[in-house]
């Protein structure tokens, strides 16, 4: 097998021009792939990361229908303490579940005294909260980041701050109605402007818990959702399964489950782009499975043919159609594993150089994001035995029709 | 015992419509460490008879018998492995693998065919290099020497794995006239050095003058 290899790589020396040519081809290929998987993976976490860390969390448990009228904010369909009870204790037993917080959702009149505006509201326990969505604080574009929200004081999404005109210790007073009809008001001091982001609750306002149930006179613990922190995102599928297995045994006297809980997929338009941004990924894998296969096809079909007359002579003297026919496809081979080596060198040096360099870029209202492209070894390792074995499947066709060749008519070739 | 026993051997080659009768029922026998010489115009059928021998290409009728084993119907598969273990070949064009340096060429069939171990290899490549007066030049490549240089390479190849029977087509038909001569007497010093039959197809006047056994053949058939 040494010599087969010796002689492919000789072979490939021979044809120098042809054979750099060709593995330029496969490098530009592999860092085309490289490139784009690295750095829209990046942008693709960086953007779930925003979702999920600074406003919807991992998982999010409602009360079953909820999700689907969230638009109305309905409180009547808010959990209760009793079923909160039940919710807690499976929760803190599962060890996968880093944090979570409960939150009241509801929508009120923001008035500056002068104007009044519609405008959507969470109501958080800020400690829960900032464990559960720790990029929360870093969204508050101006005021006190720390402890993120006091007794009595609101975060005021950036829309509303603008167009109302209030800036940070304003006084402003919210009115809503409660699920009962009744109607109540309350001022507010505006703690902080908040940075919008896309996606739902991304232009929401924030107060306390306690403050949203002496505003909306709830007597009772309710809460509208329960949104969720994992140790790791990996655990997305299994937790969630967990939780849904689990949570599907509670079922109300019509023998339908209570809750329903979501993945933050689920929730998250984005979720739909992140799924565009795989499918490229994988039509530029094919474009470069494609490049592969027409140019190792190509130059090993031309190999072949100019060595018509050496093929005649090593199988006439004995050399087996299996020997002659791993010739040629180890040569295949050796053009994949120099393009892809080459390709996957220039990847990870640009890669690198990306992360050195901070290249910044603005995805809509959000400005100045940094690319922090990253590969996985599991990607560099697919792309390449993909690649490789592409090389090798390209050079069958022509290494079968070598070891096939009758030596009489190989040795006649001029 | 003969090393070559031909049969009323028949090759009929089907071109279209038309058949061609290349060797039209011929009979001989080869003896071991003789210098047989097949003569005779181009088209006579001298190539395809060597073709026969070597197992390269089969008899349409006829029998045939190498070393002992009738080849007249011997699979595409098994003729690959019998001409590595008892045929060598010297081609016109010398037919030397270029990226392969002369040790590698010579060494090409014990390694690639026959599975030598290295050691043995490099003996017996060392021991062909010197018998073919080319000692000292095995790392040049076939591009680095001349064709009478070649063609010594090529018959060390020819004889690296023991073969008994070398078949030659025109051996010397791309040489120069003192050049055929060096090699037509190296061919003969290896017969006597090593047992080895040669068989050439030639219509070279200097190798049939050379030859001990002349069979000429005119329209696939012996005029002798």
């Given at each position: 097998m040494l010599n087969i290899i010796k002689m492919a790589a000789r072979n490939l020396r021979r044809y120098l021009r042809r054979t750099l040519l060709t593995s330029a081809l496969i490098t530009l290929g592999v860092v085309s792939v490289l490139l784009f998987i690295s750095v829209s993976g990046s942008f693709k976490g960086m953007m779930v990361g925003q979702i999920t860390d600074s406003m919807l969390g991992h998982l999010q448990i409602h009360r079953k229908g909820y999700l689907s009228s969230i638009d109305n904010l309905p409180l009547n369909m808010n959990l209760s303490g009793k079923q909160l009870g039940k919710i807690t204790e499976i929760l803190d037993r599962?060890?996968?579940?880093?944090a979570y917080s409960m939150r009241i959702k509801f929508g009120a009149m923001f008035s500056n005294y002068n104007e009044t505006t519609n405008i959507r509201l969470n109501a958080i326990d800020p400690e829960q909260e900032l464990k559960t969505v720790p990029l929360l604080g870093d969204r508050?574009?101006?005021?006190?980041?720390?402890?993120l929200l006091n007794p009595g004081e609101i975060l005021v999404p950036e829309l509303i701050a603008k167009g109302m005109k209030v800036t940070i210790g304003d006084s402003i007073v919210l009115v809503a109605t409660n699920k009962d009809g009744s109607v109540n008001g309350q001022p507010f001091t505006v703690r902080g402007i908040l940075e919008s982001i896309s996606g739902p609750g991304g232009r929401d306002g924030y107060i306390r818990l306690a403050d949203a149930r002496t505003l909306l006179r709830m007597e009772e613990q309710e809460i509208s959702e329960i949104a969720i922190r994992l140790t790791?995102?990996?655990q997305l599928v299994p937790v969630f399964k967990q939780l849904e297995t689990t949570l599907s045994g509670f079922k109300n006297k019509m023998d339908k489950p209570v809750f329903e809980v979501h993945t933050w997929e689920k929730i998250s338009p984005f979720f739909n782009i992140a799924r565009m941004i795989d499918l490229m990924t994988f039509f530029i894998k094919i474009m470069l499975v494609a490049i592969v296969l027409v140019s190792i096809m190509n130059v090993m079909i031309m190999a072949v043919y100019e060595r018509i007359n050496e093929i005649g002579t090593i199988a006439a003297i004995g050399t087996s159609p299996s020997k002659i026919l791993a010739l040629f496809l180890t040569e295949g081979f050796l053009l994949g594993l120099l393009g892809t080596s080459i390709g996957v060198s220039i990847s990870l040096a640009s890669i690198a150089i990306m992360n050195i360099t901070q290249i910044s870029f603005d995805f809509g209202r959000q400005t100045g994001l940094i690319l922090t492209p990253t590969i996985a070894a599991g990607d560099v390792i697919a792309v390449s035995l993909i690649v490789i074995g592409i090389a090798v499947l390209g050079s069958l066709q022509p290494a079968w029709k070598a070891s096939h060749m009758d030596p009489i008519d190989a040795l006649r070739h001029v | 015992m003969s090393l070559v026993v031909a049969t009323n051997l028949t090759k009929t080659y089907v071109s279209g419509d038309i058949e061609v009768k290349a060797i039209r029922g011929v009979d001989f026998t080869i003896k071991p460490a003789s210098f047989v010489s097949f003569v005779g115009p181009s088209g006579s059928g001298k190539s395809t008879l060597l073709n026969m021998i070597g197992c390269l290409d089969p008899p349409t009728s006829g029998s045939l018998v190498v070393t002992g084993q009738d080849v007249t119907h011997i699979s595409s598969k098994d003729s690959a492995k019998f001409r590595g273990d008892h045929i060598g070949f010297i081609f016109q064009d010398f037919n030397l693998i270029p990226v392969l340096t002369v040790f590698e060429n010579i060494e090409y069939p014990l390694q690639m065919?026959?599975?030598?171990p290295a050691e043995q290899r490099r003996q017996r490549v060392e021991e062909l290099l010197t018998a073919v007066g080319?000692?000292?030049?095995?790392?040049?490549?076939?591009?680095?020497?001349?064709g009478g240089q070649k063609q010594r390479v090529a018959v060390a190849r020819a004889l690296s794995s023991k073969a008994k029977l070398i078949l030659a087509d025109e051996?010397?038909?791309?040489?120069?006239r003192v050049t055929a001569f060096k090699i037509i007497d190296l061919m003969k010093k290896m017969r006597d050095e090593f047992s080895t039959s040669f068989v050439f197809s030639t219509h070279d006047p200097k190798v049939v003058e050379n030859a001990e056994i002349v069979y000429t053949l005119e329209d696939g058939q012996f005029t002798n």
């Amino acid at each position: 097998m040494l010599n087969i290899i010796k002689m492919a790589a000789r072979n490939l020396r021979r044809y120098l021009r042809r054979t750099l040519l060709t593995s330029a081809l496969i490098t530009l290929g592999v860092v085309s792939v490289l490139l784009f998987i690295s750095v829209s993976g990046s942008f693709k976490g960086m953007m779930v990361g925003q979702i999920t860390d600074s406003m919807l969390g991992h998982l999010q448990i409602h009360r079953k229908g909820y999700l689907s009228s969230i638009d109305n904010l309905p409180l009547n369909m808010n959990l209760s303490g009793k079923q909160l009870g039940k919710i807690t204790e499976i929760l803190d037993r599962n060890e996968a579940i880093e944090a979570y917080s409960m939150r009241i959702k509801f929508g009120a009149m923001f008035s500056n005294y002068n104007e009044t505006t519609n405008i959507r509201l969470n109501a958080i326990d800020p400690e829960q909260e900032l464990k559960t969505v720790p990029l929360l604080g870093d969204r508050i574009l101006d005021g006190e980041k720390e402890g993120l929200l006091n007794p009595g004081e609101i975060l005021v999404p950036e829309l509303i701050a603008k167009g109302m005109k209030v800036t940070i210790g304003d006084s402003i007073v919210l009115v809503a109605t409660n699920k009962d009809g009744s109607v109540n008001g309350q001022p507010f001091t505006v703690r902080g402007i908040l940075e919008s982001i896309s996606g739902p609750g991304g232009r929401d306002g924030y107060i306390r818990l306690a403050d949203a149930r002496t505003l909306l006179r709830m007597e009772e613990q309710e809460i509208s959702e329960i949104a969720i922190r994992l140790t790791g995102l990996d655990q997305l599928v299994p937790v969630f399964k967990q939780l849904e297995t689990t949570l599907s045994g509670f079922k109300n006297k019509m023998d339908k489950p209570v809750f329903e809980v979501h993945t933050w997929e689920k929730i998250s338009p984005f979720f739909n782009i992140a799924r565009m941004i795989d499918l490229m990924t994988f039509f530029i894998k094919i474009m470069l499975v494609a490049i592969v296969l027409v140019s190792i096809m190509n130059v090993m079909i031309m190999a072949v043919y100019e060595r018509i007359n050496e093929i005649g002579t090593i199988a006439a003297i004995g050399t087996s159609p299996s020997k002659i026919l791993a010739l040629f496809l180890t040569e295949g081979f050796l053009l994949g594993l120099l393009g892809t080596s080459i390709g996957v060198s220039i990847s990870l040096a640009s890669i690198a150089i990306m992360n050195i360099t901070q290249i910044s870029f603005d995805f809509g209202r959000q400005t100045g994001l940094i690319l922090t492209p990253t590969i996985a070894a599991g990607d560099v390792i697919a792309v390449s035995l993909i690649v490789i074995g592409i090389a090798v499947l390209g050079s069958l066709q022509p290494a079968w029709k070598a070891s096939h060749m009758d030596p009489i008519d190989a040795l006649r070739h001029v | 015992m003969s090393l070559v026993v031909a049969t009323n051997l028949t090759k009929t080659y089907v071109s279209g419509d038309i058949e061609v009768k290349a060797i039209r029922g011929v009979d001989f026998t080869i003896k071991p460490a003789s210098f047989v010489s097949f003569v005779g115009p181009s088209g006579s059928g001298k190539s395809t008879l060597l073709n026969m021998i070597g197992c390269l290409d089969p008899p349409t009728s006829g029998s045939l018998v190498v070393t002992g084993q009738d080849v007249t119907h011997i699979s595409s598969k098994d003729s690959a492995k019998f001409r590595g273990d008892h045929i060598g070949f010297i081609f016109q064009d010398f037919n030397l693998i270029p990226v392969l340096t002369v040790f590698e060429n010579i060494e090409y069939p014990l390694q690639m065919v026959q599975n030598w171990p290295a050691e043995q290899r490099r003996q017996r490549v060392e021991e062909l290099l010197t018998a073919v007066g080319m000692e000292g030049q095995g790392n040049k490549l076939p591009s680095q020497i001349s064709g009478g240089q070649k063609q010594r390479v090529a018959v060390a190849r020819a004889l690296s794995s023991k073969a008994k029977l070398i078949l030659a087509d025109e051996p010397t038909a791309n040489l120069d006239r003192v050049t055929a001569f060096k090699i037509i007497d190296l061919m003969k010093k290896m017969r006597d050095e090593f047992s080895t039959s040669f068989v050439f197809s030639t219509h070279d006047p200097k190798v049939v003058e050379n030859a001990e056994i002349v069979y000429t053949l005119e329209d696939g058939q012996f005029t002798n």
